[in-house]
Nanobody
């Protein structure tokens, strides 16, 4: 069955960086687009970034453009989200998604 397992979350100060990872299994990893979403307390889940199967094309929500980078290593069945210059508003549970499946999420907290 399809499984997506996120890691890499944590507590970071404003201006800091984190790299999230999502390992996929149970499907041909190199084919589908993959995406990162986030959900802050009391808010709806929000799309953050997407990447095509080849890794050539990416897209971002405006609030993270220039700060976050999505990438993938199909040989490792892993998609990444590099997050730089983090802000308190980036605090959320971050989810990996593919083929209508979701991971369990990883908490990112940006606070001084």
């Amino acid at each position: 069955q399809v499984q997506l397992v996120e890691s890499g979350g944590g507590l970071v100060q404003p201006g800091g960086s984190l790299r999230l990872s999502c390992v996929g299994s149970g499907f041909t990893f190199s084919i589908p687009d993959m995406a990162w979403y986030r959900q802050a307390p009391g808010k709806e889940r929000e799309w953050v970034a997407s990447i095509t199967g080849s890794g050539i094309t990416t897209a971002y929500v405006d609030s993270v453009k220039g700060r976050f980078t999505i990438s993938r290593d199909n040989a490792k069945n892993t998609v990444y989200l590099q997050m730089n210059n983090l802000k308190p508003d980036d605090t959320a549970v971050y989810y990996c998604a593919a083929l209508a499946f979701w991971g369990q999420g990883t908490q990112v907290t940006v606070s001084s």
